[in-house]
Structure formats: C-alpha cells, structure tokens
C-alpha cells in the first residue's frame, strides 16, 4: 500500500520571503531519498485558496508518496529531512498540520502507481 503524507506549513508573520523561498527549494530536494516513491514530493504554496480564510492561513504544503510505514518513518527520521526543517522551518513556525493515509491497493492507480486502472477491467 502506498502512503500519502500531506505537511501544511504556516510561517510566523515576520519570516523574511528569502528564508521562505529558502524552505521551498530545499524541501523539494527532499523527493530524491530512496524513501519518496518514484521520487513523487511536490511542495506548493502560497495558498491561493478563496476565500484565504478557508486555508486557516496556511501558507505551503508537501505532498509525498512512500512506499509503506517503514518507508515514511525512514524520511522522517532521514538528517536531510531533519536538516531542512530544522534549519528553514522550526525556527519560523507558527503552526503545522501532519496527515499521512495508506492508499488502498484498488486505488493505487489513481496515483500512477501499480493497481488496476479502469482500462484494465
């Protein structure tokens, strides 16, 4: 089964736009651990949700496939990842929200990754 892990990231008000812009690049260097499935972590931000108060004023998010738990666990405990959020984020945060769900193998196609896909049937 795949893992879907979902970071949204909220920045205190003062950080500067070049440690934001910083975090950003850096973490999307994070997609070539042996831990991101097939390399698939993508970062996004700002918000460009409308109305802006229906984000809660988050302003960037993470999205990255693993392959199982242990794969995860690998990436969270990796000094890269450590490195990164230690030195852009921790120091900048005002908030964080963590969400990680196993993708059910029928629905893995969805994703790009094997299952059936609706040609198959």
């Given at each position: ?26 973490l ?8 991101v ?7 996004g ?77």
């Amino acid at each position: 089964m795949t893992i879907v892990h979902i970071v949204l990231f909220k920045f205190q008000p003062e950080t500067s736009p070049t440690i934001r812009e910083k975090f950003i690049t850096e973490l999307k260097t994070l997609k070539n651990l042996h831990c991101v499935q097939s390399q698939r972590l993508v970062v996004g931000g700002p918000s460009i949700t409308d109305p802006a108060s229906k984000s809660k004023g988050f302003q960037y998010a993470l999205v990255s496939y693993h392959e199982n738990r242990a794969a995860l666990d690998a990436y969270q405990a990796s000094s890269e990842h450590e490195r990164v959020t230690h030195t852009y984020f921790i120091p900048y945060r005002e908030d964080l929200v963590r969400f990680d769900f196993e993708v059910e193998e029928g629905d893995e196609h969805l994703l790009g990754f094997g299952g059936v896909s609706g040609s198959e049937i």
